[in-house]
């Protein structure tokens, strides 16, 4: 059984900074890439930021310059700084794993989200 747990979230003023932590545990042998992705309330899930198992980044424009993703791979985390926060960065923000992880049939490919985290931007 695997659990992806993701924290941090708040309500912050525009201006303000956030940091972001996902955190997995359970059977998981190995996580390759790490995603955050966001929905903003009537909007679909955008992709925000990307980490992969060589610490290679990718970032959506809207937050190139504010926010930063990095990862802990000892502690199977992933974490988002938000810095620069505006009204348009509200949203429910998910991570994304995408794992190698202990099954009942073996070691096989696994993808995870966690529940979400909500931040909210408003003075």
């Known amino acids: 059984q695997v659990q992806v747990v993701e924290s941090g979230g708040g309500l912050v003023q525009p201006g303000g900074s956030l940091r972001l932590s996902c955190a997995a545990s359970?059977?998981?042998?190995?996580?390759?890439?790490m995603a955050w992705y966001r929905q903003a309330p009537g909007k679909q899930r955008e992709l925000v930021a990307t980490?992969?198992?060589?610490?290679?980044?990718n970032y959506a424009d809207s937050v190139k310059g504010r926010f930063t993703i990095s990862r802990a791979n000892a502690k199977n985390t992933v974490y988002l700084q938000m810095n620069s926060l505006k009204p348009e960065d509200t949203a429910v923000y998910y991570c994304?794993?995408?794992?190698?992880?202990?099954?009942?049939?073996?070691?096989?490919?696994?993808?995870?989200w966690g529940k979400g985290t909500l931040v909210t931007v408003s003075p």
């Open positions: 994304n794993l995408d794992t190698r992880t202990l099954t009942i049939h073996g070691p096989e490919t696994m993808d995870y």
């Open positions: 980490i992969d198992s060589g610490d290679s980044t």
């Open positions: 359970g059977s998981i042998l190995r996580i390759y890439a």
